[in-house]
């Protein structure tokens, strides 16, 4: 009776979900603030495992490959240095030199254009600084809003780096509050998981886990609002 009713159900469900989880599809939940304002503390984001490739459940094997992850992308990916899953922004492709010089990223020696934004547009979700600044990168082509933290201690200048065959350089959108590529090196094709494309739910960390109802179901993709005029890009 137990084996027919829980056991057997059980099993069945794990045996077809398991590999889905695995190979097809996912959910990350993100417990910092390092692709803020994209992403807060407490989103759980959707994970598009089959955006890249199809691999072997529960390894990192191909068994096909249709695209590569591009810029502006976020990509779900194991760290080079401990294999930890992150979410970080792709802001080199192979080929690339990337550089940053006083918080302006360089790409392939030029200079991306910036967007200021209003900080009240996000100044109820950013805690850690008392003046953040805001603004839209202009990723070639790939806009995305990105966070400066000019109170915190950071890494503000960097490289260049040339990224090599099959490797990719990741940053988070907060800029002066992320552990990325600058700090753990390129990041392997193979160790990449899929791109996350979605807000599924949300949860306040420093309010007890309200949900933040606004947030669920928000695509990752960025829409510039109004409030904005361009930056000077001089590094």
Same mark, same amino acid.
């Given at each position: ?5 829980? +056991? ?8 077809? &979900? ?6 097809? @599809? ?6 910092? =603030?390092? &692709?803020?304002?994209? +992403? #807060? ?21 191909? #068994?096909?490959?249709?695209?590569? *992850? %591009? ?13 930890? %899953?992150?979410?970080?922004? @792709?802001?080199?492709?192979? =080929?690339?030199?990337?550089?940053? /010089? ?6 392939? =020696? ?15 979700? +950013?805690?850690?600084?008392?003046? *953040? ?12 809003? +990105? ?33 990325? !590529?600058?700090?753990? =090196?390129?990041? *392997? ?5 899929? %791109? ?5 739910? !949300?949860?306040?960390?420093? /309010?007890?886990?309200? *949900?933040? &109802?606004? %947030?669920?179901?928000? !695509? #990752? ?9 361009? #930056?000077?890009?001089?590094?």
């Amino acid at each position: 009776m137990l084996w027919r009713e829980w +056991i057997l159900p059980f099993g069945l469900f794990f045996m077809v &979900m398991a590999p889905l989880k695995s190979a097809v @599809v996912d959910w990350n939940w993100v417990p910092s =603030g390092s &692709m803020k304002p994209t +992403i #807060l503390e407490g989103d759980l984001v959707w994970v598009n495992k089959l955006a890249y490739d199809l691999k072997v459940p529960f390894t990192t094997q191909h #068994l096909a490959r249709w695209s590569d *992850p %591009r810029r502006g992308d976020v990509a779900v990916f194991f760290s080079p240095k401990d294999g930890t %899953r992150l979410v970080k922004r @792709v802001i080199g492709v192979p =080929g690339d030199t990337v550089e940053l /010089r006083n918080e302006v990223l360089y790409l392939n =020696g030029t200079p991306q254009r910036y967007t200021a934004l209003a900080p009240e547009l996000f100044k109820p979700e +950013i805690r850690e600084d008392k003046n *953040p600044l805001l603004a839209v990168e202009h990723l070639a082509g790939a806009d995305h809003a +990105i966070l400066v933290l000019p109170g915190r201690p950071a890494v503000r200048s960097f490289g260049p780096v040339v990224v090599g065959p099959d490797q990719y350089f990741m940053m988070g959108d907060s800029r002066d509050n992320s552990f990325d !590529s600058r700090f753990f =090196g390129l990041v *392997p094709r193979v160790a990449v998981v899929g %791109r996350a494309t979605t807000v599924l739910a !949300s949860f306040d960390l420093a /309010r007890y886990l309200r *949900p933040r &109802m606004s %947030r669920f179901f928000q !695509s #990752l993709t960025f829409v510039e609002p109004p409030q904005s005029h361009p #930056l000077s890009a001089a590094g």
